[in-house]
T-cell receptor, first 110, second 115 residues
């Protein structure tokens, strides 16, 4: 059974204080690892897809990396508008199922 | 504008009263799926569909039904709702490239309360 574990559950940062969110996964035959951002009361919004170990993707202050066992979402010099819950998800084996972690709730204090 | 539209946004009902939550997408996506989101449990897949008339169970299908008669629509049906189905529900859709679901587009969610 595919498993996705995110840590920490919650993270509070000062504006400008860089940090990383972790997503560890146990799957058979990873096809893709995804990062989403979810604001309160809204549906998740796509950020990145990573397909293989060693791959990295960047978007503004966010950078996602992937190894064979985990993925990191690095946040550089965060701003208050980066406050949200960040979700990690994996797709493995057949392409019908995308399994989500429980998320990391990030709060950036001005 | 590309979007996934769910209705209603909020729904309060009583145990046993059949209800339908509608979902429609305007991106010609093959893949559509329903998730429920509960505190501490994250997003869990209920049902998914690879194309018209092709549906299958996700992780938590008990008590739910779906249909895919048209490519753009994927309604979620609760024939006899129970209080443990109180949750936040999301519909999502995506293209499929090779064997990978390209990014999922999510609706705004339906907050369901079953009394």
């Amino acid at each position: 059974e595919d498993q996705v574990t995110q840590s920490p559950e919650a993270l509070r940062l000062q504006e400008g204080e860089s940090s990383s969110l972790n997503c560890s996964y146990t799957v058979s035959g990873l096809r893709g690892l995804f990062w989403y951002r979810q604001d309160p009361g809204k549906g998740p919004e796509f950020l990145f897809t990573l397909y293989s170990a060693g791959e990295e993707k960047e978007k503004e202050r966010l950078k996602a990396t992937l190894t064979k066992k985990e993925s990191f979402l690095h946040i550089t010099a965060p701003k208050p508008e980066d406050s949200a819950t960040y979700l990690c998800a994996v797709q493995a084996g057949g392409y019908q199922k995308v399994t989500f972690g429980t998320g990391t709730k990030l709060q950036v204090i001005p | 504008e590309a979007q996934v539209t769910q209705n209603p946004r909020y729904l309060i009902t009583v145990t046993g009263k059949k209800l339908t939550v509608t979902c429609s997408q305007n991106m010609n996506h093959e893949y559509m799926s329903w998730y429920r989101q509960d505190p501490g449990l994250g997003l869990r897949q209920i049902y998914y569909s690879m194309n018209v008339e092709v549906t299958d169970k996700g992780d938590v299908p008990e008590g739910y039904k779906v249909s895919r008669k048209e490519k753009r629509n994927f309604p979620l049906i609760l024939e006899s709702p129970s209080p443990n189905q109180t949750s936040l529900y999301f519909c999502a859709s995506s293209w499929v490239a090779g064997k990978v679901n390209e990014k999922l587009f999510f609706g705004s969610g339906t907050q369901l309360s079953v009394l």
